[in-house]
């Protein structure tokens, strides 16, 4: 897949540069400019994304960060199968439990739930950094609501991480995931509640809690596109109609000087009438004049 020019692969974490260090250089700079595409891709189109993984993946299938890049391409395809063997790989390459989380949600896509309230209970759980720990519990909560169990999602979202008034790189996430919750339990007020802190602490937009909020209270958003074209399409027919208004006054110009002109002819043809009358009066006159005077 073509790689743009601005694209170097010095762009690539050093840590991942230093995996790289293991193959030729040649290669090492290829499949860091592969990564740096997937990276660059993989929220705006990870169709795209998803490619330049497999490129990177059959360049060097034996460096950890290429089995981890694809494995997050495959997850934002939804190809969980394909994602869960690649975290795999990867987590057997490093021994680390990072990618513990998003196993356990590649078993909830994968239509395994069960399973990944196992792994949130697994001993891996405690060893994964507070931010690890918070996503296992987003995963497990929606696991217990695949199941149908509300009640208990949102009893697996209360936390001290959700109490806190400090504002993390997860709150947002936490909060639109209780606030969720709640509205799916039917306590549509304690949602809204729970929807605004979401937009509080939601900087850079990573959720639509803000959308949530705006319809709980009953707020319609009008598209301004949409109401170009409905613009555009009420110009049109008011073009239409001038244009067919403009058609019909012509007809009727038409018709009026059609009509005028056989009001001249008629008049022309009483006048041509007239005259011929007068004519053969005349004519009439004078030949009695003659048998008069003949008869004198």
Request: some cysteine; glycine content about 8%; proline content about 3%.
């Amino acid at each position: 897949m073509p790689i743009p020019e601005d694209v170097t692969g010095d762009e690539i974490d050093s840590d991942v540069r230093q995996e790289l260090q293991s193959l030729p250089r040649t290669l090492a700079e290829d499949v860091a400019k592969n990564l740096v595409m997937v990276a660059r891709l993989i929220d705006e189109d990870p169709e795209g994304a998803y490619g330049y993984s497999k490129v990177a993946l059959r360049l060097a299938s034996r460096v950890a960060a290429v089995r981890e890049a694809a494995g997050f391409a495959a997850y934002a395809n939804q190809k969980y199968a394909e994602a869960l063997a690649e975290f795999r790989a990867a987590r057997r390459m490093t021994g680390t439990v990072d990618l513990w989380p998003l196993m356990a949600d590649c078993e909830r896509g994968l239509g395994r739930p069960e399973k990944a309230l196992d792994m949130a209970g697994a001993p891996e759980v405690h060893k994964l950094d507070k931010a690890g720990q918070v996503e296992m519990r987003l995963v497990a909560a929606g696991a217990r609501r695949d199941m149908g169990q509300l009640d208990a999602a949102i009893v697996t979202l209360q936390s001290p991480e959700l109490a806190s008034h400090s504002v993390q790189p997860w709150t947002a996430r936490l909060r639109y995931a209780y606030a969720d919750a709640l509205l799916a339990a039917g306590r549509n007020g304690e949602a809204r509640e729970w929807f605004a802190k979401a937009v509080e602490a939601d900087r850079d937009g990573s959720t639509d809690a803000s959308d949530r909020l705006a319809e709980l209270d009953g707020v319609e958003f009008v598209d301004a596109l949409d109401e170009t074209a409905d613009g555009a399409d009420a110009d049109a027919a008011v073009g239409t109609a001038v244009a067919q208004d403009d058609d019909a006054a012509d007809q009727d110009d038409d018709q009026a000087d059609d009509e005028h002109d056989a009001d001249d002819q008629d008049a022309d043809d009483a006048e041509g009438d007239a005259d011929v009358k007068d004519v053969d009066g005349a004519e009439g006159a004078d030949g009695e004049d003659d048998e008069e005077r003949r008869e004198r």
